[in-house]
């Protein structure tokens, strides 16, 4: 039972909570203002813990979660030394970053500027509660707004699935997947072109790139076209005539591993009955000596 | 016990025992229960949700987790795999690598693959891994199976004025080496034997440097599927060693029965002895 009233400070408290047991003064602060700022700091350094010590060894393939959580594909970047690291869909595919783009939102009230979510100026579909669950969430629909805007055109064909994402290999030999690299910067000034005068075949993948450039329809001196593989490389990785002898040295191994398996359980056997034999006779003359002296 | 308080309006101060304080946080607007309490009940939920956030975020990184843990058991003799299975799942794990041969710590998975190609080892985030499938008894190599693809595709499609370039290119290769065969036939590379009887002879002729690929290219597994060799799966391998080494085995004469027992008999031997003297020993005297 308390009986409490409010005056601006605490006047009238007839029993304090747990017997004062949190309200024991220390350097002029009750300890509850301390338990305080240990549940925060313990929640600070776990933060740090967690961060340092398990999502930061995954970097490389921190591409995983921004792609399941944008509800795309992900994607395996290889370069042509198939030095990789996983990516959302829209690292790996879309040439333009749509939140760079200049919006105008001088129309918007204060709050409406606040949660002014991009994609919704390019896809219909998204209310605005959902707009503000995504702004939130930090959902990110590049590759929906680039397949917009591509009329639906867009490639696909996942290698695998990981964590329940579909997988997509790329394998980008020069760089162009590099937001910073001089090819990308000159394949999106291409596009931006290219879109300027085409509206309606618009250019925002860099496989259509790649087809536009091929076929000539677009002109970009910076970009490489192809890049050449070696018949060393190919004969390795896809071998015609292989000779036995490749695996003969493993084949041997296994069949003394195989010849010596008997000896080598039996040699185990034979440490577990000295182990056993030796702790029984310890336990006898303990239970002998404790049976007779105590 | 609660500490029971003398209550007066005027002076709290005479309230409280020596040693204890109150202020603005102990005021209790609901069920006797403190602002403190609310505010402690929050600094642990914010603890809390830390927790859940972060537990909620690696789990989304838990089909991967394999990269980071293989690293953590691998001894000197084991390497990184990255797996996709027939099924088209990835999963990364940890093999032992000898005489360029991967085999799985486990016996009873039959596996095997041949490490042919260095250049197919990829690398992520400073590990290297090879990268291997169930249907393919060698690592893989995405570029090489691009090249290939794309060279092949390329030669299907343009069959009559390839025949023309082939024939021309042929004649100039043999200048510089006069013993280079003919290409046998032109026709399209449908599959593996295609590719082995005169695919790869045509196409490096075409292409004498090495094939050309586009830059940039998104990987089409079932596309390079129709060049597997049949019958050269992972499992099928693997079991022939298996055999092989059985095989080799049969010709060896078998160990004799003290060879393999002797170190149990004399174990055996000992224990007995142990366990007598451990009976027979005399204590206090008897």
Known sequence: MVV????????????????????VEFMGLQLYYYVWALVLVIAVVTYVVWYYGSWRNFAPLHGLYYAYKAGSNVAFIFDQNLIGEMVAEKDAKCIFDYSKYDFDLSALNYIRSKLFYYPTVF???IDFLHGIVYKLGKVNKDVEIARKLQNGEWERSPSAVCGGVPLDIIIDADNWTLRKSIQHKAIERAALLWNESNPDDQVHSYSKFQKKLIAGEIQCPEVKRDVSVSWTRIDAGFPMDLEESDWAGKRRQMAETLYDADQISKNK????????????AI???AVRLITHYV | MPTELVADATNPSVAVPAGM?????????????????????FCIFIFILVNVY???????????????ESLKKMSQEDVQVWFISRVQKLTIECLTIKDNILSPHDQSN????????????????????????????????????????????DFNANQEQLKDDLESKYQQALVVNPELERPKVIKPIEDCNAYEIYGRQCLQVINPDGIQIPSYNIYNPNKFRKYFPRGCSAMFFGGELIHDARKLNLRRKPKGFWEVHAYLMMAGGIAMIA????????????
């Open chain 1, 4 to 23: 409490s009233d409010w005056r601006g400070v605490i006047s009238v408290v007839n029993v304090l909570f747990l017997g004062g047991v949190f309200n």
């Open chain 1, 123 to 125: 896809l219909d579909d």
């Open chain 1, 269 to 280: 056997m034979a440490l577990y009955v000295l182990l056993g034999g030796v702790g029984v």
């Open chain 1, 283 to 285: 336990l006898v003359i």
């Open chain 2, 21 to 41: 304080k109150i202020g603005f946080f102990d005021f209790a607007p609901l069920a006797g229960i403190p602002l403190w309490l609310y505010v402690t009940i």
């Open chain 2, 54 to 68: 972060w537990m909620m975020r690696m789990r989304r990184l838990a089909s991967v987790r394999g990269w980071a």
């Open chain 2, 110 to 153: 039959i596996g095997m693959w041949h490490v042919n190609s260095p250049q197919g080892i990829i690398q992520v985030g400073g590990n290297k891994a090879v990268v291997c499938s169930e249907d393919f008894d060698q690592n893989r190599d995405f570029v090489t199976e691009i090249a290939l693809c794309h060279a092949c595709d």
């Open chain 2, 275 to 286: 366990l007598l003297v451990s009976w027979l020993f005399p204590i206090g005297g008897a």
